[in-house]
């Protein structure tokens, strides 16, 4: 299968500091990208989505001043959560889709937010 | 209509046995329906994938049926092993690069000895 990366794996950050994740498709070029969010014990909710070079669509309910996404190329995004608040502690999930026949969407292995 | 609904919650199977989990869905734009297995602390890994052109897809000890007409899609895992314990995810979408997954709620599988 396809190797994608996140980093860091877990952060611990102080209420009103903003945290960079870091997701990389490393043996593929992929041209959507879905950052997801996962609550303990819960199923994984997309926040928003992305293609290079072009602005991220976000769901409902999710504030795209809050949570900054940035798909700077066909290997790389960012996520980035601005003035993280303890509420925003999170399990953080990128997902890059491999375009083809058929679409293959894959998941990076995550990164745990704490927010004290 | 775009709801994935996902039974059971959770599961216990003995070593050996066979684990079945279900997914059913509404919206007949689906045609892709991957499963996703998940450990704790990790992201999902894709297991298996389907879609509607065929009925059954077989992968190693795991199989995914479809039930078209009935739009109900399953996991079988075969000879279930400790380590296959996890939490096991359906999904559904559209065709379309930038079709979004649906997701099931999850069911926690635990294989005992």
């Known amino acids: 299968g396809a190797v994608v990366s996140q980093h860091p794996s877990w952060v611990i950050c102080k209420s009103g500091t903003s945290v960079k994740i870091e997701c990389r498709s490393l043996?593929?070029?992929?041209?959507?990208m879905f950052w997801y969010r996962q609550f303990p014990k819960q199923s994984l909710m997309l926040m928003a989505t992305?293609?290079?070079?072009?602005?991220?669509?976000?769901e409902q309910g999710v504030e795209k001043d809050k949570f900054l996404i940035n798909h700077a190329s066909l290997t790389l995004s960012t996520l980035t959560v601005t003035s993280a608040h303890p509420e925003d502690s999170s399990f953080y999930i990128c997902?890059?889709?491999?375009?083809?026949?058929?679409?293959?969407?894959?998941f990076g292995p995550g990164t745990r937010l704490t927010v004290l | 209509q775009q709801q994935v609904k996902q039974s059971p919650q959770s599961l216990i199977v003995q070593k050996g046995g066979i684990s079945i989990i279900n997914c059913a869905y509404e919206?007949?734009?689906?045609?892709?329906f991957p499963w996703y297995q998940q450990f704790p602390g990790k992201g999902p890994a894709l297991l298996i994938a389907?879609?509607?052109?065929?009925s059954e897809k077989k992968e190693g000890r795991f199989t995914i049926s479809f039930n078209k007409s009935a739009k109900q899609f399953s996991l079988h895992i075969m000879d279930s092993q400790p380590g296959d314990s996890a939490t096991y995810f359906c999904?559904?979408?559209?065709?379309?690069?930038?079709?979004?997954?649906?997701f099931g709620t999850g069911t926690r599988l635990q294989v005992t000895l």
């Open positions: 389907i879609r509607p052109d065929v």
């Open positions: 992305s293609n290079e070079g072009s602005k991220a669509t976000y």
């Open positions: 999904a559904a979408s559209p065709t379309g690069t930038a079709s979004k997954l649906t």
């Open positions: 043996d593929f070029q992929a041209t959507t």
């Open positions: 919206n007949t734009a689906f045609d892709y």
């Open positions: 997902s890059p889709r491999l375009a083809g026949v058929p679409d293959t969407q894959y």
